[in-house]
Every structure is written in structure tokens, then in C-alpha cells.
């Protein structure tokens, strides 16, 4: 459907929405939420999408996302590619992105200690912050050798079964894994039993090794560890791992030379105040 034709109403979008939310939280907004989740579904590896594809993701009916599409390709959110059926990310969002690296300080100390852990361990060194049940890079050290993993800056990496997600997830306050949890049971039973599991885990590994671990849990040719810190300068918890392909990375590997130093790095990244 082209933009000119899109209907001047949508029964999906009626205020009615936010009314039967008001029980829960009357300051909620329901179009808002959306118009969010709208650019929440697009992943690192997605060069554009459709609004069928919007919609599955969401859950929402296209004629929905029709009109959230609409409206963020107005606000300069969304583009609209020539061909009129699909969308990117525009310049609005990428504004917001850059605003929220440029506040986490603690990268600017990090990146040196990653690049040499990473070149120690000819792996790929990341820091993440959570996002629903998800962990988003926002920092990234590879290393020289030919096989270290090419995640990027915005890579999502699932909270459960990765070893920097299991690591938030044994930093994190109970209140915040009852979230996770929540998050998780609404979306579908198997996604709470992989929370479960994964949060049984690092909690786990925790107590035994001071890190999180996923041995092939995440992809089954790759092994990582993590730790969980929280900044001094910032105000939002983090996680750093160090992973690679199994068959350069072993988990002795990790666990007897690579975890010192991984746990050192995360104290002092937890200890910095830079400005």
C-alpha cells in the first residue's frame, strides 16, 4: 500500500487501547509503545524490511504498522526506498543511537584493555547492554586472527543462551531478572524455559568461576565467557565477553588463561570514573 492511500483510521490504533491499559498504568501509551517497537525490530543484519515483515515481528497487523510506518517516515525515523514497499532506519534514529554512546564514558577507557585481550586471545572482546531479552553491543575489539567472530557495534546477541547475556543476568537486581522472567513468560513458554535455564546457569557459573560461560549453547561452534560490571560513571549495568570459534578457543583455554585477565579488565572498567 502506497502512502496516499493509507485510511484515516485504524481501530487498532483507537484511543480505546490506552483505556484498557489504564488499569495497569494510566500513564502508559499504546500508539507510543508501538511506534517504538516499530524500530526496535530492526536488527543489525537488516538493510531494510517491509511492513508485512514489520508485522510479524511485531505481532501487530500490517494495516497497523501501515500508519506507524507513515508516521516515522515523516518524522524522519524511517526512510521509505524508492520502490515504495520497504523501509531503513533513518537519520533520526541514528542520532539517538550516537547520544547514547557518547554518554557511556567507559568505553573510551575500554578500548585499548580490549584490543589487547583480544589480540591475547586472538578472539573478539564486546561489551553489551541489555535490551528486553536481548544484549546489544555497543563496544567491539577483534583481533588479528582470520577467525575471530565479525560481530559489530549494534550485533544482537540473545540474553539467554549467550555468555555476556548470562553474565547480566547474575549481575543483575532481583527485581530485574523478575522482569526478564515476565518479559519472557508473556512471549512464549519456550522462551521462558531458555530465561530459566539460561539464568540457572550463570548464576551457576557464577559461584564456580566468577564469570558466565556458554560452551556451544549460543551457536554450537562457538564458546565464550563473560562477566557483568557496573560503572561508576554510568548508570546502566554492562556485561564484557571474550569469544571465537571452538576450535581456536577451547574452554580450558578461557577458563584458565583468558578468565584472569577478562575479570581484571571488568574490575577495573567497573572502578573507572572517567568524565
Not at 119 to 124: H, I, L, Y
Not at 171 to 191: F, K, M, N, P, V
Request: hydrophobic fraction near 40%; aromatic fraction near 6%; proline fraction near 3%.
Amino acid at each position: 500500500m502506497s502512502t496516499s492511500s493509507l485510511p484515516v483510521t485504524d481501530d487498532s490504533l483507537d484511543p480505546a487501547d490506552d483505556s484498557a491499559r489504564a488499569g495497569e498504568d494510566r500513564y502508559y501509551i499504546t500508539a507510543l509503545a508501538r511506534g517504538l517497537e516499530v524500530l526496535s525490530c530492526f536488527r543489525s543484519g537488516d538493510r531494510s524490511l517491509s511492513n508485512q515483515q514489520i508485522a510479524e515481528r511485531c505481532g501487530l497487523p500490517k494495516s497497523t504498522i501501515t500508519r506507524i510506518t507513515y508516521t516515522l517516515t515523516k518524522l524522519g525515523y524511517l526512510v521509505q526506498l524508492p520502490d515504495g514497499g520497504r523501509f531503513a532506519l533513518g537519520n533520526a534514529t541514528l542520532a539517538l543511537g550516537s547520544a547514547t554512546l557518547a554518554r557511556m564514558d567507559v568505553r573510551q577507557l575500554a578500548r585499548p584493555l580490549m584490543h589487547e585481550l583480544a589480540e591475547f586471545s586472538g578472539a573478539t572482546v564486546a561489551i553489551a547492554v541489555r535490551d528486553k531479552l536481548s544484549m546489544i553491543y555497543v563496544e567491539v575489539s577483534h583481533s588479528t586472527a582470520a577467525l575471530a567472530l565479525t560481530l559489530q557495534v549494534g550485533s544482537r546477541i540473545p540474553l539467554a543462551t549467550s555468555a555476556i547475556g548470562r553474565a547480566y543476568m547474575a549481575r543483575a537486581s532481583e527485581q530485574e531478572r523478575e522482569e526478564i522472567l515476565d518479559r519472557a513468560r508473556e512471549l512464549d513458554d519456550q522462551a521462558y524455559a531458555n530465561v530459566v535455564t539460561g539464568l540457572e546457569k550463570a548464576l551457576a557459573d557464577d559461584r564456580e568461576f566468577g564469570c558466565a560461560t556458554s560452551f556451544g549453547d549460543w551457536q554450537k561452534d562457538v564458546n565464550g565467557i563473560a562477566v557483568g560490571f557496573r560503572p561508576v560513571s554510568g548508570n546502566s549495568a554492562m556485561a564484557i565477553n571474550c569469544g571465537g570459534p571452538s576450535t581456536t578457543l577451547s574452554r580450558e583455554f578461557l577458563l584458565n588463561e583468558v578468565r584472569p585477565r577478562l575479570l581484571a579488565l571488568a574490575h577495573r572498567l567497573e572502578m573507572s570514573a572517567v568524565r
